[in-house]
């Protein structure tokens, strides 16, 4: 099955119940993943990580922490945890180095750019990097949904849960990652409810907004 990009916009909708008898193979997740992590990004630093909660003992830690969220959670294929990482600027050195490797990039650019990012990025502030990060993670949040269900998977991105006690259950360091959304992947039981979206003159607005500085109608 492979739908073109379209058709899986057009056809992603948010699941609440999926076939607890389909499991994901590993394999396929990861590939899953892998095309996840072709999101844009800004100066390529790649933040998000992703924790694959599909084991039953993984699932019974969370389940008094997604709130309305257990029948997703139970049912699920998986429950994946998107979150940033605020660490990833000390990426920037290995992340060009291995743009150099592969031919992408020559030495004397990486040289130059990796001191110029440093340079900016010394004096950035640990709220523009958290804000920053969480922004890159939610494109490939959002990627891995349009990926999924071109491989005729549902999902359902969850933003309701505890996110602290949720870190402390599984065992991640809430100084360095930030949780952004988990993501329920499986296969949809029932079919989505279509849900009506603005009109895009509400929306939308070129160059300036009106009179009252207000965008669309």
Do not use: C
């Amino acid at each position: 099955m492979s739908l073109s990009l379209i058709e899986a916009i057009k056809t992603r909708k948010s699941v609440k119940e999926f076939d607890p008898n389909i499991k994901i193979p590993r394999e396929e997740m990861m590939e899953i993943i892998k095309l996840a992590a072709e999101a844009p990004s800004s100066v390529n630093l790649q933040p998000w990580r992703f924790v694959i909660v599909e084991s039953d003992e993984a699932k019974a830690a969370i389940k008094d922490l997604v709130r309305f969220n257990t029948r997703q959670l139970e049912s699920s294929a998986a429950f994946i945890l998107v979150l940033s990482d605020n660490t990833h600027v000390q990426d920037i050195e290995r992340i060009y180095a291995k743009s150099v490797d592969l031919g992408y990039m020559p030495q004397e650019v990486m040289t130059t750019n990796v001191a110029a990012l440093k340079g900016a990025l010394s004096s950035a502030t640990d709220s523009y990097i958290k804000v920053q990060g969480m922004m890159d993670a939610n494109l490939a949040a959002m990627q891995l949904m349009l990926i999924a269900k071109d491989r005729g998977y549902d999902t359902n991105p969850i933003g309701g849960f505890e996110r602290d006690e949720v870190m402390d259950a599984l065992s991640l360091n809430k100084e360095r990652y930030v949780p952004v959304m988990f993501i329920a992947i499986g296969k949809g039981v029932k079919e989505p409810h279509d849900s009506s979206r603005h009109e895009v003159e509400e929306i939308v607005a070129y160059n300036h907004g009106d009179a009252e500085g207000n965008i669309g109608k």
